[in-house]
């Protein structure tokens, strides 16, 4: 079972660049809470423990934001849906918190991780990873953390799809071609082509 995040934020009523600036001076980050039903609430929150959620729960797993007021306190199941940082300084800017229904399939992109030593490598290939994320579709709370692909099997030009990864009951992944997601490629190959490039670069000099 996943753990249980939480994240605290308060409402706010200043707003523009000025309010912001203010803001970030006292290590709040400025953010917009929305959900599908059309909610849009002016949040901050502290510095710190959003960097703490975001290291524990990155864009894909659900924790329960805690929008307080003046007078009142409202939980809402959420997600991190976008962040801003500072262009220079390791600073965040803005957040945006989504609001889902636990009861509705909503789609998230979840990182993959590789494991195994592909068999292809010890015949001299090289293990090329096409894509570190996969879009899914699911229930809320049946998000997985990761999805785990073991590349043992994997022989020299060999590919894992899409449609081969094995997904956890209520989890299916979104695509609409079937894209490779790792393969182990000749070296040899690779160098042909890179020779080849650099004579072609050469005779057009």
Request: proline fraction near 4%; hydrophobic fraction near 40%; charge should be negative.
């Amino acid at each position: 079972m996943k753990e249980q995040l939480s994240l605290t934020v308060k409402t706010r009523s200043a707003f523009g660049k000025g309010a912001n600036r203010k803001l970030r001076a006292k290590d709040l980050v400025p953010g917009i809470y929305y959900d599908a039903k059309g909610a849009n609430i002016p949040v901050m929150v502290n510095e710190m423990p959003l960097l703490k959620l975001i290291k524990a729960a990155g864009s894909s797993h659900v924790f329960e934001l805690n929008i307080e007021d003046d007078s009142a306190q409202d939980k809402k199941p959420s997600l991190i849906w976008k962040l801003q940082r500072h262009p220079y300084k390791s600073k965040l800017t803005h957040v945006d918190f989504y609001g889902v229904d636990m009861d509705k399939q909503i789609k998230v992109h979840i990182p993959v991780e590789f494991t195994g030593k592909a068999k292809g490598i010890v015949l001299g290939g090289r293990l090329e990873i096409f894509t570190e994320q996969l879009e899914i579709q699911c229930l809320p709370a049946a998000i997985p953390d990761k999805v785990v692909i073991d590349v043992t099997d994997l022989d020299l030009n060999s590919n894992i799809h899409i449609a081969d990864v094995a997904f956890p009951d209520g989890v299916k992944a979104i695509y609409e071609n079937n894209y490779a997601v790792v393969g182990v490629v000749t070296l040899a190959e690779e160098e042909t082509e890179s020779e080849g490039e650099g004579e072609g670069a050469e005779a057009e000099a």
